[in-house]
């Protein structure tokens, strides 16, 4: 099937359907395709009710609010729709461009207007053992119906917009939430972030950074708890390989401790014995050199423990802190 067209548009998110408005007021009829079932990119797909602050003169809608706008305002331009069908090739073709779905429909158009903003949507999956199990049950890569979430206890993982929007967004109905991030650093609106730490300090969010979900809890089928692990903060740690694990966590710091107190033990013994061999070849009296010696050997022994010491303590303060927050819960 081959459909000859002036003006071409792939992806009907907002920026395509506007793109149909701006072609009409020119007089371009346009054919507008998507991979989705239904126009409205995103935010039909992935945030149909979550609110949307930043449209400019539409103080407060929802996703789906903003695309039943977006086709009225569309409307009087007769765009036809081929939705469900995913673009595979657009070469150029008698002056124009051959664009080919993946239904084998064809398109000869005149001009092709790509928005396909993210691309065709794919989740970034969870790979944690039973994961795929619980998809759409326990363990959702979109929001379509956020009533589904009303009264549960929430883990959000992530710290971009959608993460931080719907911390904020189901916070007020969840029975209890939680975000979890693997950085301490966000790439939301610095607004949603600062609300979301104030959320926090009046409790009402729990956030947990530099943090990985490592495990699934199930229970007769029914996800119970996730199991995750903390990263190190870079300040504590030089080791790069403490990633994700706790055993790696932990036996890295072992080493680094184990290195960091074998140098310092080597460094103040060599200092003792310089001063014994040094001693020993005076020309002194061999009694009195020996005091001497001895005094200063154990001036130095006495020294070496003390800073030794401190250091263990340092190190085994350090260690104890790191397998605290390492805790499984
Ligand atoms: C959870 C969440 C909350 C958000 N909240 C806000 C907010 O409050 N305010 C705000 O301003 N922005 C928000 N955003 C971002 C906003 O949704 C996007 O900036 C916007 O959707 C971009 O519009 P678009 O038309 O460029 O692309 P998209 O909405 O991504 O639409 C692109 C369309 O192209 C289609 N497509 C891609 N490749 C192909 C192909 N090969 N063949 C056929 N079709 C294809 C896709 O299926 C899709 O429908 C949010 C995003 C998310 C995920």
Known sequence: MVIQTDALIIGAGPCGLFQVFELGLLGIKADIVDSLPAAGGQCTWLYPDKPIYDIPAVPVCTGAGLVANLMTQIEPFKPSFHLGEEVVALEPFEGGFRVKTAAAKEFHAKTVFIAGGVGSFQPRKLHLDGADALEERF??????????????????LGGGDSALDWALALGADAAAITLIHRRDDYRAAPASVAQLKSRAASGAVEIIESANATALRCDGGRLTGLGKCRRHAENRCSTACCAYRRHHCQNACKKSQRHQQCHSFLGYTFHAIVSFFSSQFSGIHTRVAGAINAIMMALVCIYTLSRTNEKLRVFAHIFDNETRSHGND
């Open 139 to 156: 363990i959702h890569y979109r929001v379509q119906d956020p009533a589904l979430f009303k009264g549960k206890r929430l883990a959000i």
